[in-house]
């Protein structure tokens, strides 16, 4: 009798370590050169990139990462379907998510916040497209149709940027809905993405457009996964992510070719309206003669090639920014012959009966707070919940962070202050 339990309990225990080592195999076989182990490739396949059909694509998105010393578990970067109008279907390729392209500006260390999204106004219409694919006998078509989806018809973002220890504003193209969007098979038809959430969509896409301009350097090349998917390209199966300018901006829509209008020079009107817009909110945000002088300078070689009127509208918001700091300037000095002491009035003795500010007469005033300090109150002044501050917050700890270390610590001293003034109403 104690055999047989012994014998029962000894096949139950073997049952239940064979179920415990029995596992699904990975959707995608793992590869010979991936070496992390098989759960973490089955952690990337079936919940960091559940919609990838190809090993080589997943593995591009890790060797991807380490490069660029990212966690691939996060999903910086996106496997993204593009149409290959070569083999007529979908392929795989690797585009950067918004967030690595957020990464990217952050790492520069002058990256100083972002404005919120202005949309234009709504628009609603059904959709419905079909093309011919394929050469020979090997012609077929392809098409697509969807309901009315309701859009904003434009969006656009404003960046700042700390150039020469300013804050400078950095306004983002105007990015229209109709001209962006992913298609189904690349058809002109929204694919589920951007049907479900058109206005969010919209919002990435012109993020990233506004980084580009704000950094040229670090990303003039880099178009995000939200402006890649279901794009038409011509590319052979097994290319994936090597891209240069000329195909991306190809296969985002194919831009219009730069029409030049009469008495503009080498500007289109776009180009001109944008640059036009970019230094007047650029100067509008300066906060030192000194720094206007040196933007000044910098963009001497474009101003000069603007048209009269241009020219006027820039030299108008020069001027306009340069009497805003005089009547700042004045003020502060107003400020500061009220607070000192009036002449002929008496000097408060000390303990020992001598005058408050020791043997000197003519002792120091303690110096007055940074500028950004001052500011920052005055802005804290207006906001009245912790949900807004702590939106604000977020928006300025790029631009507290590359301030020096005691300007850093008053700056989140009054920020905390404020926050306990709040809690405790």
Same mark, same amino acid.
């Given at each position: 009798?104690?055999?047989?339990?012994?014998?029962?309990?000894?096949?139950?225990?073997?049952?239940?370590?064979?179920?415990?080592?029995?596992?699904?195999?990975?959707?995608?076989?793992?590869?010979?050169?991936?070496?992390?182990?098989?759960?973490?490739?089955?952690?990337?396949?079936?919940?960091?990139?559940?919609?990838?059909?190809?090993?080589?694509?997943?593995?591009?998105?890790?060797?991807?990462?380490?490069?660029?010393?990212?966690?691939?578990?996060?999903?910086?970067?996106?496997?993204?379907?593009?149409?290959?109008?070569?083999?007529?279907?979908?392929?795989?390729?690797?585009?950067?998510?918004?967030?690595?392209?957020?990464?990217?500006?952050?790492?520069?260390?002058?990256?100083?916040?972002?404005?919120?999204?202005?949309?234009?106004?709504?628009?609603?219409?059904?959709?419905?497209?079909?093309?011919?694919?394929?050469?020979?006998?090997?012609?077929?078509?392809?098409?697509?149709?969807?309901?009315?989806?309701?859009?904003?018809?434009?969006?656009?973002?404003?960046?700042?940027?700390?150039?020469?220890?300013?804050?400078?504003?950095?306004?983002?193209?105007?990015?229209?809905?109709?001209?962006?969007?992913?298609?189904?098979?690349?058809?002109?038809?929204?694919?589920?993405?951007?049907?479900?959430?058109?206005?969010?969509?919209?919002?990435?896409?012109?993020?990233?457009?506004?980084?580009?301009?704000?950094?040229?350097?670090?990303?003039?090349?880099?178009?995000?996964?939200?402006?890649?998917?279901?794009?038409?390209?011509?590319?052979?199966?097994?290319?994936?992510?090597?891209?240069?300018?000329?195909?991306?901006?190809?296969?985002?829509?194919?831009?219009?070719?730069?029409?030049?209008?009469?008495?503009?020079?080498?500007?289109?009107?776009?180009?001109?309206?944008?640059?036009?817009?970019?230094?007047?909110?650029?100067?509008?945000?300066?906060?030192?003669?000194?720094?206007?002088?040196? =933007? #000044?300078?910098?963009?001497?070689?474009?101003? /000069? !090639? +603007?048209? $009269?009127?241009?020219?006027?509208?820039?030299?108008?918001?020069?001027?306009?920014?340069?009497?805003?700091?005089?009547?700042?300037?004045?003020?502060?000095?107003?400020?500061?012959?009220?607070?000192?002491?009036?002449?002929?009035?008496?000097?408060?003795?000390?303990?020992?009966?001598?005058?408050?500010?020791?043997?000197?007469?003519?002792?120091?005033?303690?110096?007055?707070?940074?500028?950004?300090?001052?500011?920052?109150?005055?802005?804290?002044?207006?906001?009245?919940?912790?949900?807004?501050?702590?939106?604000?917050?977020?928006?300025?700890?790029?631009?507290?962070?590359?301030?020096?270390?005691?300007?850093?610590?008053? =700056? #989140?001293?009054?920020?905390?202050?404020?926050? /306990? !003034? +709040?809690? $405790?109403?």
């Amino acid at each position: 009798m104690v055999d047989n339990r012994s014998r029962q309990s000894s096949d139950r225990d073997e049952r239940n370590a064979q179920a415990l080592v029995t596992v699904q195999p990975p959707r995608l076989p793992m590869p010979a050169e991936y070496t992390d182990g098989i759960g973490k490739w089955k952690v990337l396949i079936d919940s960091i990139y559940p919609s990838a059909k190809s090993v080589d694509g997943v593995l591009l998105a890790v060797r991807y990462c380490e490069s660029r010393k990212l966690d691939v578990m996060k999903r910086p970067v996106h496997v993204v379907p593009i149409w290959s109008t070569k083999l007529g279907r979908e392929v795989e390729s690797v585009w950067p998510g918004i967030g690595e392209i957020r990464i990217t500006a952050s790492r520069t260390g002058v990256y100083a916040g972002i404005d919120d999204c202005a949309f234009g106004p709504m628009k609603t219409m059904p959709f419905k497209d079909k093309a011919t694919r394929g050469s020979g006998d090997k012609k077929f078509v392809v098409e697509a149709q969807c309901e009315a989806v309701t859009f904003p018809e434009w969006a656009q973002i404003t960046v700042y940027k700390i150039v020469g220890g300013v804050r400078c504003a950095f306004v983002g193209p105007r990015v229209e809905w109709l001209e962006i969007f992913s298609g189904e098979k690349a058809l002109r038809v929204p694919n589920e993405r951007w049907r479900r959430a058109p206005k969010s969509q919209l919002e990435k896409c012109c993020e990233a457009a506004a980084l580009r301009r704000a950094f040229p350097e670090e990303l003039g090349n880099v178009y995000a996964a939200e402006e890649m998917e279901g794009r038409a390209m011509d590319v052979p199966e097994g290319e994936y992510a090597v891209v240069d300018r000329e195909e991306a901006e190809k296969a985002a829509n194919k831009r219009p070719e730069r029409e030049k209008e009469e008495g503009l020079g080498d500007w289109t009107r776009q180009e001109l309206d944008d640059y036009v817009i970019l230094l007047q909110e650029g100067f509008a945000s300066t906060k030192s003669e000194a720094a206007i002088n040196r =933007a #000044r300078a910098k963009e001497d070689k474009f101003i /000069d !090639t +603007l048209p $009269s009127a241009e020219r006027k509208l820039v030299e108008a918001a020069i001027d306009k920014a340069m009497s805003r700091l005089a009547v700042e300037q004045a003020e502060r000095d107003r400020k500061a012959a009220k607070a000192a002491p009036q002449e002929g009035k008496e000097p408060s003795e000390g303990a020992d009966g001598a005058p408050e500010g020791g043997n000197n007469p003519e002792a120091p005033e303690p110096p007055s707070e940074p500028r950004y300090i001052v500011n920052l109150r005055k802005l804290l002044a207006e906001i009245t919940t912790i949900e807004d501050l702590d939106g604000f917050e977020t928006d300025e700890k790029p631009y507290i962070a590359g301030m020096a270390a005691d300007e850093q610590d008053m =700056a #989140r001293d009054v920020i905390q202050h404020h926050r /306990d !003034t +709040l809690s $405790s109403q």
